[in-house]
């Protein structure tokens, strides 16, 4: 089947108030260092580069923003979300937005503003659940946290500029390969009836029945969103991620959901989050993030 021609707009959110390491805000930059442009012009799409939003350094924010353990920096990544909404609220109609990530608390932005005028599914590609909340986050580290913000559960603070009169419910998310979850993580899912293909269902099912199985679960949604987090793949393949877990997807499985996701024909926005050139080497990461993006916009072997 051939890709559609796309408008792709990207937008590059570098901030990394939500993870626990250092260095995910200089992930769109490697992204970009990457070729992430001329791979996806290469495919016939127009790729326009909105630049950077502006986020301030950690370490100018007031020392009290992060001080509060259960959420840290929660005000600073309220902010953040609000400028992502609005820069992609100023996107023309036709665009096809690509959210340049930073950590996964990014999301909050992105994902809200494509549930904000239509109903859309979201599959989450990611080793975690994100679904921890400020009460019980082991770490306090928002990246640990957007699922759950974007499914009504959290910091006001958060819930005020990620929740919008659309939505997100749960019946609307798949959450694909996850290998690691918290217990309150688990209490939520389980609550809500979240919809989880872990690495174990692909162990025993292979990728291409769990692909299929998450877009039926996503048949009564005309647009979908894509977040895919950099550590959903194993470790030998993506190293440079802040919170890696053996025995991730590999490079072929990963390929062949982005191409599964790709002849379904609903993707209509996407995030590429938590490459951290800090920990990587000679910028593998982000090289394989863009491979995958040019997988889901249509790059085929024949």
């Not at 590059?12 to 769109?28: E, F, I, K, L, Q």
């Not at 019946?171 to 309150?184: A, P, Y």
């Not at 977040?227 to 919170?243: Q, R, Y």
Request: with cysteine; hydrophobic share 45%; glycine share 10%.
């Amino acid at each position: 089947m051939r890709a559609t021609v796309r408008a792709l707009h990207l937008l590059g959110v570098p901030m990394d108030y939500g993870a626990g390491r250092r260095g995910v805000d200089m992930g769109p930059s490697a992204l970009r260092l990457a070729r992430l442009a001329a791979a996806l012009r290469e495919l016939g799409h127009e790729v326009v580069d909105q630049g950077n939003i502006e986020v301030p350094v950690a370490e100018s924010l007031p020392e009290l923003d992060g001080a509060r353990s259960s959420a840290r920096f929660v005000q600073a990544i309220a902010a953040t979300t609000s400028r992502t909404c609005a820069a992609l609220d100023a996107l023309p109609a036709e665009a096809t937005p690509m959210v340049l990530g930073g950590d996964h608390s990014v999301s909050l932005g992105s994902v809200a503003h494509a549930c904000r005028n239509a109903t859309t599914g979201l599959l989450w590609i990611d080793a975690h659940g994100d679904l921890n909340t400020p009460a019980n986050s082991p770490s306090g580290n928002v990246h640990g946290m957007p699922l759950a913000h974007l499914l009504g559960f959290g910091d006001p603070r958060l819930l005020e500029v990620c929740r919008g009169p659309t939505g997100l419910r749960p019946e609307d998310v798949v959450l694909i390969g996850v290998r690691s979850l918290d217990s309150g993580e688990r209490d939520l899912a389980r609550e809500l009836g979240l919809r989880i293909l872990t690495i174990a269902d692909i162990d025993r099912r292979g990728i291409s029945a769990v692909a299929d199985e998450a877009l039926e679960a996503l048949a009564h949604v005309e647009r979908l969103h894509v977040s895919l987090d950099a550590d959903a793949l194993d470790p030998a393949v993506a190293p440079g991620v802040g919170t890696p877990v053996v025995g991730g997807l590999t490079y072929r499985e990963a390929h062949l959901l982005m191409e599964v996701i790709a002849e379904d024909g609903r993707l209509t926005s996407l995030d590429l989050v938590e490459v951290n050139p800090t920990l990587d080497a000679q910028n593998r990461t982000a090289a394989v993030m863009v491979e995958l993006a040019a997988s889901l916009l249509g790059k085929r072997i024949l």
